[in-house]
T-cell receptor, first 113, second 114 residues
Framework: GEDVEQSLFLSVREGDSSVINCTYT??????LYWYKQEPGAGLQLLTY?????DMKQDQRLTVLLNKKDKHLSLRIADTQTGDSAIYFC?????????????FGSGTRLSIRP | KAGVTQTPRYLIKTRGQQVTLSCSPI?????VSWYQQTPGQGLQFLFE???????NKGNFPGRFSGRQFSNSRSEMNVSTLELGDSALYLC?????????????FGAGTRLSVL
């Protein structure tokens, strides 16, 4: 089946690292994505990783992929108040002659002083 | 390049009316997908259009329909509105080259049904 699961909430202290986790079920996933949604806005692509990679780093963001366990994580270093948002994990899976994107339910990240 | 543009940003309708939402994709993008986002159900896929053809469809009633024009702009229509249709409707465009399929989202149209 096609399912992407995330925990609903995460609270971290400003300056600490945030780790948002995601699990997916479809082994034919080719690309996995992290999106950020701020209040009243659309989804903003943060980063993505190809399924044959284990890790991708982009400034404060680190994506780790464990393909065996179908587990994806997003680490945000030195979390700031501007990182408060909902973070969506998504996977791209083959579908007929194209692909489709399956989104998780989103993790709401809140930052405490 | 300009991003994905959705119009209008806000809309208030009453039950039983119909509504049309518009989405202009990023220049060169041929795929447009529509999503409904509500606090209770999260982000739900409505449908995807590619080269004026509906390629994928989610599990929504026939009151929800869409179309895509030759310039890749897309419209979504909801007929006989119900209170439960109140939501943020998001449009995303992509180049849709194989499986990479990176989707870029617009800011959304917030629909309130009274």
């Amino acid at each position: 089946g096609e399912d992407v699961e995330q925990s609903l909430f995460l609270s971290v202290r400003e300056g600490d690292s945030s780790v948002i986790n995601c699990t997916y079920t479809d082994s034919s996933s080719t690309y996995l994505y992290w999106y950020k949604q701020e209040p009243g806005a659309g989804l903003q692509l943060l980063t993505y990783i190809f399924s044959n990679m284990d890790m991708k780093q982009d400034q404060r963001l680190t994506v780790l992929l464990n393909k065996k366990d179908k587990h994806l994580s997003l680490r945000i270093a030195d979390t700031q108040t501007g990182d408060s948002a909902i973070y969506f994990c998504a996977e791209s899976i083959r579908y007929s002659s194209a692909s489709k994107i399956i989104f998780g339910s989103g993790t709401r990240l809140s930052i405490r002083p | 390049k300009a991003g994905v543009t959705q119009t209008p940003r806000y809309l208030i309708k009453t039950r039983g009316q119909q509504v049309t939402l518009s989405c202009s994709p990023i220049s060169g993008h041929r795929s447009v997908s529509w999503y409904q986002q509500t606090p209770g159900q999260g982000l739900q896929f409505l449908f995807e259009y590619f080269s004026e053809t509906q390629r994928n469809k989610g599990n929504f009633p026939g009151r929800f329909s869409g179309r895509q024009f030759s310039n890749s702009r897309s419209e979504m229509n909801v007929s006989t509105l119900e209170l439960g249709d109140s939501a943020l409707y998001l449009c995303a465009s992509s180049e849709s080259t194989g499986t990479k399929n990176i989707q870029y989202f617009g800011a959304g149209t917030r629909l309130s049904v009274l």
